[in-house]
């Protein structure tokens, strides 16, 4: 028999936070953790997110719902430069007129790789977990979300394949779950500085009673998750390999049939699923998925990763100062692939394989030194190129650059 069991807050964690939630909470029951390790943002922080993804292109989506669903075209009603804070934004909304006494609830999908500053962080925050509970191989979604007086329909919030981790940056929220495996309704009260989680095989709703600031990161939890991930990989593939004429697969009409109803498929419609039985078969899908992978990996999970950077013009006094862990894989005779910061490359020549084992052992150094200990020329293109590639995806960055005299030249741009 479904009940409302009695909000259970977690002890604050010890030093070692991760460790502990991982050994205790990760993927059990619904719990309230006060004191975990904070995502690396603040409420304000959030909202300045949030700003800036009203006004994104896709893949950022910003949506603004209210007591009988979301709204088509918010326009003014979404946070602008103007709303300085959460509360200038919620006094904002109120004092408009426009949603009357109902309330509200903003989200925005994928915003944080809108700064690369508080993408990082939180991507810091995360890697710390996934140590103790294992790398993501699928996508995290993180999503930023800002209300008052709003209660979601249990559907609008479901999301039974992925696991939950819901900080609550300012203001309080109440979540009512239902695990699939206990049939029990567990109802969450957490305040500012808590984080809420829930295992996989739950859904969830939230109520919203006052003005609340949220970063939720759902966790693909579900062997079922990956279906359309590898969906899309095989599709780029069959992509890269069109047949001659291929065409969007139409039916004449009326279609023809025996004279018993029987109907034959057309051979433009039963090509395609031979072909992706085909891909599915060759080694192009895992090699694809592989890149992905590490590129997820190097982002622990967080997508999509914050864009390059341009590059700049590098010469041999220009020092390097490594900033993330590379990350590389090989798989048997496949082409060598790193990944920093969410961007994955292949690069099998030997000239890298030198560089990035090199870089892996220093955290600071020159572009004529490294060109030395790699035995490689400082203006060869395997080098010059591949440390460009680096500063781009901000692995690394540069620290002053020497003037002829010696002296402190301008420093890296940001």
């Excluded at 304000?44 to 700003?51: D, Q, S």
């Excluded at 603004?64 to 075209?73: F, I, P, Q, S, T």
């Amino acid at each position: 028999m479904n009940h409302d069991r009695e909000p259970f807050r977690a002890p604050a964690p010890p030093a070692d936070a991760w460790r502990h939630f991982a050994e205790r909470y990760w993927a059990k029951e619904p719990v309230v953790v006060p004191g975990a390790p904070l995502p690396g943002l603040d409420a304000a922080a959030a909202h300045r997110l949030l700003v800036a993804a009203a006004g994104a292109p896709p893949p950022t989506r910003i949506r603004l719902a209210v007591a009988d669903g979301v709204l088509r075209d918010p326009g003014p009603l979404l946070p602008s430069p103007a709303d300085l804070t959460p509360a200038a934004y919620a006094a904002r909304l109120t004092g408009s007129g426009q949603l009357g006494d109902s309330g509200w609830l903003l989200t925005a999908e994928n915003a944080l790789g809108l700064d690369f500053a508080l993408w990082s962080r939180v991507r810091d925050t995360m890697a710390e977990l996934w140590r103790h509970v294992g790398h993501p191989p699928l996508p995290v979604t993180a999503e930023l979300a800002v209300g008052a007086r709003h209660q979601a329909p249990e559907e609008f919030g479901a999301r039974p394949d992925t696991a939950a981790l819901t900080w609550v940056l300012d203001g309080s929220l109440t979540v009512r779950v239902r695990p699939e495996h206990t049939g029990t309704e567990f109802t969450l009260h957490a305040r500012a500085g808590d984080l809420v989680h829930w295992p996989a095989g739950s859904t969830h709703s939230d109520d919203r009673t006052r003005p609340s600031t949220t970063l939720r990161l759902s966790v693909p939890a579900r062997s079922a998750s990956a279906l359309p991930y590898v969906g899309e990989v095989v599709g780029e593939v069959l992509r890269r390999h069109p047949l001659p004429g291929d065409e969007r697969p139409t039916l004449p009409h009326p279609a023809p049939a025996a004279p018993d109803g029987r109907f034959t498929p057309p051979r433009r419609f039963t090509e395609p699923a031979r072909r992706y039985a085909a891909a599915l078969a060759g080694d192009e899908p895992e090699r694809a998925l592989l890149l992905r992978w590490a590129g997820l990996r190097s982002a622990a999970g967080l997508t999509p990763a914050p864009p390059p950077r341009p590059g700049i013009t590098l010469t041999t006094r220009h020092r390097l100062r490594r900033t993330a862990d590379i990350v590389r894989v090989r798989a048997g005779s496949e082409p060598l692939i790193w990944a920093a910061h969410g961007h994955a490359r292949r690069d099998d020549s030997p000239a890298a394989r030198r560089v990035l084992a090199r870089l892996g052992t220093v955290s600071r150094i020159t572009l004529g030194a490294l060109a030395e200990l790699c035995d490689l020329h400082a203006d060869s293109p395997e080098l010059v190129g591949l440390v460009g590639e680096l500063y781009r995806v901000r692995a690394l960055e540069l620290e002053d650059e020497p003037g002829r005299d010696g002296q402190p030249g301008a420093g890296s741009r940001p």
